[in-house]
T-cell receptor, first 116, second 114 residues
Framework: AQTVTQSQPEMSVQEAETVTLSCTYD???????LFWYKQPPSRQMILVIR??????QNATENRFSVNFQKAAKSFSLKISDSQLGDAAMYFC?????????????FGPGTRLSVLP | DAGITQSPRHKVTETGTPVTLRCHQT?????MYWYRQDPGHGLRLIHY???????DKGEVSDGYSVSRSKTEDFLLTLESATSSQTSVYFC?????????????FGPGTRLTVT
């Protein structure tokens, strides 16, 4: 079974600075998706960024980018120019490419604080 | 935002009572999921559905049952609630027409079992 690990339970960053959240995963599959979700205090789960494993190019969405290292099974999220609204829980998630069912696995989350 | 609602949004119940949570979608997506969120565990899959009347168990299905009688509704039932089922419950949807392959989540239901 696949597992997702986020080794940083909590992190903090100064406003306008850059922070990187770590995620590693374990799988025997070669084709899959990886995601970062943000959960602000409102509790709503919001998709931040998505990476397809067959793509070598790292995904970017405005201030958010990933460092996808397939061989190392690492998928870190970089937030540039951090803003107060970035404060949230961040979850890394894995999904098998062809299975829409139960193979959607989440990590335990990293709580990010943004200091003014 | 994807059209997903959950009801109730908050519920307090006593140990041993039955509880049903409802998830309703307006997106006509095929797949629906129930997760529970607990500190240190992220989201864990309880049950999922891949069509009307088609459901299967997830990682933490013990003590829970589900039903899906129509595409838009997915019900999660705790037959006899226990304190260990105090959690935040999320419904999610996805489907072949979800171009980016992600899951869309409802707003969550906070359930407290006393």
């Amino acid at each position: 079974a696949q597992t997702v690990t986020q080794s940083q339970p909590e992190m903090s960053v100064q406003e306008a600075e850059t922070v990187t959240l770590s995620c590693t995963y374990d799988t025997s599959e070669s084709d899959y998706y990886l995601f970062w979700y943000k959960q602000p205090p409102s509790r709503q789960m919001i998709l931040v960024i998505r990476q397809e494993a067959y793509k070598q190019q790292n995904a970017t969405e405005n201030r958010f980018s990933v460092n996808f290292q397939k061989a190392a099974k690492s998928f870190s999220l970089k937030i540039s120019d951090s803003q107060l609204g970035d404060a949230a829980m961040y979850f890394c998630a894995y999904r098998s490419r062809d299975n829409y069912g139960q193979n959607f696995v989440f990590g335990p989350g990293t709580r990010l604080s943004v200091l003014p | 935002d994807a059209g997903i609602t959950q009801s109730p949004r908050h519920k307090v119940t006593e140990t041993g009572t039955p509880v049903t949570l409802r998830c309703h979608q307006t997106e006509n997506h095929r797949y629906m999921y129930w997760y529970r969120q607990d500190p240190g565990h992220g989201l864990r899959l309880i049950h999922y559905s891949y069509g009307v009347k088609d459901t299967d168990k997830g990682e933490v299905s013990d003590g829970y049952s589900v039903s899906r009688s129509k595409t838009e509704d997915f019900l999660l039932t705790l037959e006899s609630a226990t304190s260990s089922q105090t959690s935040v419950y999320f419904c999610a949807i996805s489907g072949p027409r979800t171009a980016r392959s992600e899951q869309y989540f409802g707003p969550g239901t906070r359930l407290t079992v006393t």
